[in-house]
Nanobody, 123 residues
Framework: QVQLVESGGGLVQAGGSLRLSCAASGSIFSIGAMGWFRQAPGKEREFVAAISWSGRSTDYSDSVKGRFTISRDNAKNTVYLQMNSLKPEDTAVYYC????????????????WGQGTQVTVSS
């Protein structure tokens, strides 16, 4: 089994930056692609970014492209989400997800999920 734990969330003013981390533990050899999703109050959970096992392939939603950067350090079993130029509409609970396949997905067909970390952007 794989456990994912997110950290780095918090309160930030619009235009500011945050860096989220997702640390994996357990049967980490089974983890391939990783992704970040978010869920705002009253809305469905949505795709934010994803990265392949090698890190050479990344994908972003249109709403964050150019502002967010996903990366991973397999030696540390950690995935990051650098969030710049934050907007109030980025306010949400951010979830880390992992899957056994190496290919990143925009859909929520991931095998492992973290508990989420709150990001709040004030105007």
């Amino acid at each position: 089994q794989v456990q994912l734990v997110e950290s780095g969330g918090g309160l930030v003013q619009a235009g500011g930056s945050l860096r989220l981390s997702c640390a994996a533990s357990g049967s980490i050899f089974s983890i391939g692609a990783m992704g970040w999703f978010r869920q705002a109050p009253g809305k469905e959970r949505e795709f934010v970014a994803a990265i392949s096992w090698s890190g050479r392939s990344t994908d972003y939603s249109d709403s964050v492209k150019g502002r967010f950067t996903i990366s991973r350090d397999n030696a540390k079993n950690t995935v990051y989400l650098q969030m710049n130029s934050l907007k109030p509409e980025d306010t949400a609970v951010y979830y880390c997800a992992g899957r056994n396949d190496v290919r990143p997905l925009r859909t929520q067909d991931y095998d492992y999920w973290g508990q989420g970390t709150q990001v709040t952007v004030s105007s």
